[in-house]
T-cell receptor, first 112, second 117 residues
């Protein structure tokens, strides 16, 4: 699986959009971008994933650049409960049930 | 629907003692994972089961770690003897081909925080 690079930490004001960047310059054509988050004292939780098109669900939006070398997770209206470590993971599409390879992630702190 | 259940939530033991962690996955999930998470790091896969078969245990330190998943449901991860460096959070996750709205989405339990003194 391709390596990802994320900022160590970020702050965002409550109610504003939180934009979390991820660099994955070595991604290959059959690899998806996944995002998970981990709230303190809990296990990781799936957020969203995509291949090349932008994706949106009830939790977030995922914007993938045209060359697929980077992506941005957007939390449109951040709340205090969104404070967590966010992991960007690149994963082979045929990986199916394979384990996930986590990096250190971005610690997002939502400020009141 | 109940999530992944793990017990105990916290465990403190002295080095050289044995310890065991238990996991009950989401009903119907045939794939079960054990991860270890060191402080300030992301989780690392230790072992993956498909039903009762361990299909990926390449990262499991086999000299002191063992795992089993009898009957393809609950699983136990054991460390014997524990070392100081084993202090970490041990996470269990489960998935299935049709888990959630996303195929093979992994659902994690809250983890067991192990402290070895």
């Amino acid at each position: 699986d391709a390596k990802t690079t994320q900022p160590t930490s970020m702050d965002c004001a409550e109610g504003r959009a939180a934009n979390l960047p991820c660099n994955h310059s070595t991604i290959s054509g059959n690899e998806y971008v996944y995002w998970y988050r981990q709230i303190h004292s809990q296990g990781p939780q799936y957020i969203i994933h995509g291949l090349k098109n932008n994706e949106t669900n009830e939790m977030a939006s995922l914007i993938i650049t045209e060359d697929r070398k980077s992506s941005t997770l957007i939390l449109p209206h951040a709340t205090l409960r969104d404070t967590a470590v966010y992991y960007c993971i690149v994963r082979y599409s045929g990986g199916g049930a394979d384990g996930l390879t986590f990096g250190k992630g971005t610690h997002l702190i939502i400020q009141p | 629907e109940a999530g992944v259940v793990q017990s105990p939530r916290y465990k403190i033991i002295e080095k050289k003692q044995p310890v065991a962690f238990w996991c009950n996955p989401i009903s119907g999930h045939n794939t079960l994972y054990w991860y270890r998470q060191n402080l300030g790091q992301g989780p690392e896969l230790l072992i993956r089961y498909e039903n009762e078969e361990a299909v990926d245990d390449s990262q499991l330190p086999k000299d002191r770690f063992s795992a089993e998943r009898l009957k393809g449901v609950d699983s136990t991860l054991k460390i014997q003897p524990a070392e100081l460096g084993d202090s970490a959070v041990y996470l269990c996750a489960s998935s299935s081909r049709t888990s959630g709205a996303r195929s093979y989405e992994q659902y994690f339990g809250p983890g067991t925080r192990l402290t070895v003194t």
